[in-house]
């Protein structure tokens, strides 16, 4: 069994930064490809990076590119995502997701998720 657990959203101003982690266990991370997606209440989950299974690759929304910054330390199994220049638009659920397979911007595509993270950016 998979298990995603993020951390590190909160409040934080327009112009700033946070960094959004998700702690992986169970089958091997090194396996998974892992993304990250948000959700404004109202509206549908959408995505915002996923990065392939050794890390040499990410993909991003047209949203966050350049804004945003996916990693991962499989040594760790850990999965992060760093958000700079937040924009009060980015407030939203974080969810990470993983999946066995090759990488991928479609939610129905992902197989485990964790409970979320609220970032909310001030203006």
């Known amino acids: 069994q998979v298990q995603l657990v993020e951390s590190g959203g909160g409040l934080v101003q327009t112009g700033g930064s946070l960094r959004l982690s998700c702690a992986h266990s169970?089958?091997?991370?090194?396996?998974?490809?892992t993304g990250w997606f948000r959700r404004v209440p109202g509206k549908e989950r959408e995505f915002v990076a996923t990065?392939?299974?050794?890390?040499?690759?990410?993909y991003y929304a047209e949203s966050v590119k350049g804004r945003f910054t996916i990693s991962r330390d499989n040594a760790k199994t850990t999965v992060y995502l760093q958000m700079n220049s937040l924009k009060p638009e980015d407030t939203a659920v974080y969810y990470c997701a993983a999946r066995y397979g090759i990488y991928s911007d479609a939610e129905d595509e992902y197989d485990y998720w964790g409970q979320g993270t609220q970032v909310t950016v001030s203006s």
């Open positions: 990065i392939t299974r050794s890390g040499d690759r990410s």
């Open positions: 169970g089958r091997a991370l090194s396996d998974a490809a």
